[in-house]
């Protein structure tokens, strides 16, 4: 409820009140801008722009000089451009004959007499191909003077020789802007106000849907800290949202079974301690009041403690082991060994089970298959899956090994001719403390850890495995190992 009551306050800090302030920043720096440029650099890039014209223009125009064409021809191109445009045109000679001036332009024409004077004297005394400046005039109005070559007499010559140059003049009025920068400005204003009106609402309306999916996610982890760990997290239309809603979802379900699986193994602990711990005590009991002074009794009620204790030992040790992995104290010690060997010495272990319970244990050893791994830790491994083939064995209580060599490794199989594992039940048979719906064979039961850490030694030993089963047939469990080659055995052998 304390997390919940933060949220509800108002958050500087809060996505909510970033996204907000952020994109509403944006849109201030951006119209910002825009008034900027719109206002002080208005006139500058107006005079920039109507250069490049001219420039382009009188490009044109020497070209059009310089074809092979009729002179006709760049006459009449002056003439379309003058009356086709707000430009005064003239073409004169370096000693200031004219040559060509419209008869008509919609261009001022005030000082642009007393201009080309100027100009001619600057391209005559200078080696500029071109020049260009801006002429003030009357009540703030500016006319843009261009002035280059269309014919530019031979280098080095006097000034004599430069009169027989023919030189372009364009003149191209720079219309006041300021009254169109107020024009401007006004249209701004109405610009501004509705654009951050729309920046302000957008801003709102993105930040509370981007927020409402993460608070709820708040809430829902909230609920799962108190122990609901089935609650399910929405995380919205956002794509990053969802996958995060997905994977603490995913969490939950996990939680959950983890949570049913640690009360499912509290009451099996439970159980099995307690069922040990009767009889020792009962038989303990018993030695005491009855058979105390019978050696025959006594031995076997001695016998049933032994194997009680051995059964809490046994479990107590599969739950240490676990332990150990959970926190990974537990360290491979990797050498070479006879897999096939190992496993005949471990089941020679079961031959109680032959004469006592009937039960059928078939290995045929195939002769020597040289493995490399922790010998301790595949014994375990070995032992744990025997011990699940004893539990789930069918009625003929027969237990099948394989070892073979596939490829270059060596395939374990344990099989059995049990009730099987049901498909919905497969992918959970390595879990921690799962166990399996069929019904146990021999009455024993385990800590639920077995499979979980032939699983978690397997997988330190990088070791392939698998479960196959058919429901009433049985089960086969299986692992493989890189098998040693030939030539590093009789290395070992003769070092």
């Not at 996610?217 to 609920?223: F, G």
């Not at 959950?256 to 009451?267: C, G, P, S």
């Not at 003929?396 to 060596?410: E, W």
């Not at 978690?456 to 392939?464: C, D, I, P, R, V």
Request: with cysteine; glycine share 6%; proline share 3%.
């Amino acid at each position: 409820m304390i997390g919940l009551e933060k949220s509800s306050r108002f958050d500087f800090n809060s996505i909510r009140f970033r996204v907000w302030g952020y994109f509403v920043i944006f849109s201030v720096i951006m119209l910002g801008l825009v008034w900027t440029l719109q206002t002080y650099f208005l006139g500058a890039f107006y005079e920039n722009m109507k250069l490049r014209e001219t420039e382009k223009i009188a490009s044109a125009l020497i070209r059009e000089f310089h074809s092979e064409d009729d002179i006709t021809d760049f006459y009449y191109l002056l003439s379309e451009t003058v009356d086709q445009s707000d430009l005064y045109i003239r073409v004169e000679t370096g000693d200031g004959i004219n040559l060509f001036s419209p008869e008509y332009s919609s261009a001022p024409q005030t000082s642009i007499y007393g201009n080309v004077a100027a100009l001619r004297l600057r391209l005559l005394e200078n080696e500029f191909s071109a020049y260009s400046e801006v002429i003030p005039g009357a009540k703030g109005a500016k006319t843009l003077a261009y002035a280059c070559y269309l014919h530019k007499a031979t280098e080095g010559a006097d000034l004599d020789n430069m009169k027989n140059s023919v030189m372009l003049y364009i003149f191209s009025p720079l219309f006041p802007v300021q009254s169109t920068i107020v024009i401007i400005k006004r249209q701004l204003m109405y610009i501004t106000i509705i654009a951050l009106l729309l920046a302000f609402a957008m801003a709102l309306y993105l930040a509370t849907h981007i927020s409402k999916p993460i608070n709820n996610i708040t809430k829902s982890a909230a609920e799962m800290g108190q122990g609901n760990y089935g609650v399910q997290f929405n995380g919205g239309p956002y794509t990053e949202i969802r996958e995060l809603a997905d994977t603490l979802t995913n969490a939950s379900r996990e939680l959950e079974k983890t949570d049913m699986y640690q009360k499912d193994l509290i009451a099996n602990v439970s159980h099995d301690l307690k069922t040990p711990l009767t009889m020792i005590k009962s038989y303990a009991e018993m030695i005491r009041d009855l058979s105390g002074d019978s050696p025959v009794k006594r031995e076997q009620h001695l016998g049933v403690i032994i194997e009680e204790a051995d059964r809490l030992n046994v479990l107590v040790d599969d739950m240490l082991t676990m332990s150990r992995m959970q926190r990974r104290k537990i360290e491979l010690e990797k050498h070479d060994f006879d897999l096939a060997g190992l496993i005949e010495s471990l089941l020679s272990s079961y031959d109680i089970l032959a004469d006592k319970e009937g039960y059928h244990i078939q290995y045929v050893n195939p002769g020597p298959m040289m493995v490399n791994a922790d010998e301790a830790r595949i014994k375990q491994v070995v032992s744990n899956l025997v011990n699940n083939a004893v539990k789930y064995c069918g009625e003929d209580k027969t237990i099948i090994v394989n070892v073979k060599k596939v490829a270059r490794r060596v395939r374990c199989e344990v099989i059995d001719h049990g009730q099987g594992i049901a498909p919905d039940e497969i992918s959970h048979v390595w879990e921690r403390y799962y166990k399996s719906s069929t019904h146990h064979v021999r009455p024993t039961e385990g800590s639920g850890l077995g499979l979980s850490i032939v699983k978690e030694f397997l997988t330190m030993h990088k070791a392939k495995y698998g479960v196959t089963s058919k429901v009433g047939k049985g089960s086969t469990f299986w692992f493989e190992l890189d098998q040693v080659k030939e030539k590093r055995i009789k290395r070992q052998g003769s070092s």
